[in-house]
């Protein structure tokens, strides 16, 4: 008898243990503009991150959670992310949000976010989602003003003096404005034209005619797709020689497609590693995780990975390295927030109370199009 109620213990004591390594399993909800006009950005997020969720389920999840994904298209609609947002925390109990895709969408879900206290990791770039930080959100791509900072020590290093801006009147365009007149006082260029245009807008031959006259050394449109295919397309009709710049917002084949290889010729901008990873040096950190992910697209999706779905694959990450720390809610947020090192899509993130994003120059490489493909630009 004795005997028997030792090994009962026994058993009892390991199927506790092996449900206490199971946990329960982590509900991960999503925002991703999957259809609409930022589908380009939201499209490739959902795939990455349901490709993801796949493989990590298919070894047993995270820390021995599985993983269970909800995930929503909001459109690209700021209105219908906060309904969706809401819907998220309250119907479906998630412990986390990955998204939304656009700074628009983002900054209206933020309130959400933060009264809930739920973790919020965008997606988007404007600097006002992390700066000043609010407790409980983070963002994957790089600050828009390191981007600037990047076009500008570029143009630097090409005697380029004074620039002509274009930028969208949306949240990225209108932040990405901001951080690019700030930059240019910073760094001693003079900005001769600031031309903005709508995102609906379909021919902006009016405002170039006006950079055109006023002899910049250089452009700098910042949006995202559709609106800086057309201004490049415009940039070409109008005979315009002026470099042409672009943001990291239309890291994407996508935008050459739209362009046009010929427009688009000589275009430059700050972008990823993933963009140019097989012409990285020998030894970058980020090589061989940019190499696996670009080939795991391909074989799911038969296209290849873009910047914009390593936003949600940096999200995914940054949630894996986060349940170290546990996984309830406040545990996740302080997780993300204790991220060091993290290598990942879009660089490699150093995380603290007060960086809710945490990455450097060192995200980007400045590109320039060439036949219809990347270079790094020298």
Known sequence: MNRFRTILSLVITLVFAVSAYAGEPLRIGALFAVTGPASFLGEPERNTLEMLVKEANAKGGIKGHKIELVVYDTQGDATKAVQLATKLIKNDKVSVIIGPSTTGETMAVIPVAEKEKIPLISCAAGIKIT???????????ANDHVAAEKIFNFMASKKQKSVALLTVTDGFGASGREQLKDMAKKKGISVVADETYGPKDTDMTAQLTKIKGSKADAIICWGTNPGPAIVTRNVKQLGIKMPLYQSHGVASKKYIELAGNENA???????????????????????????????????NFNTEASTFGGYAYDSFLMITEALKAGSSTEQIRDGLEGIRKLVSISGIYNMSATDHNGLDLNAFEMVKISKGDWEIAK
């Open 131 to 141: 700066d000043p930080v609010k407790k409980y959100v983070f963002k994957t791509p």
């Open 265 to 299: 010729e000589g275009v430059l901008l700050p972008a990823g590693k993933l963009a140019i990873y097989e012409k990285l040096k020998k030894g970058d950190h980020q090589f061989k995780l940019l190499k696996d992910y670009d080939q795991s697209y391909k074989k």
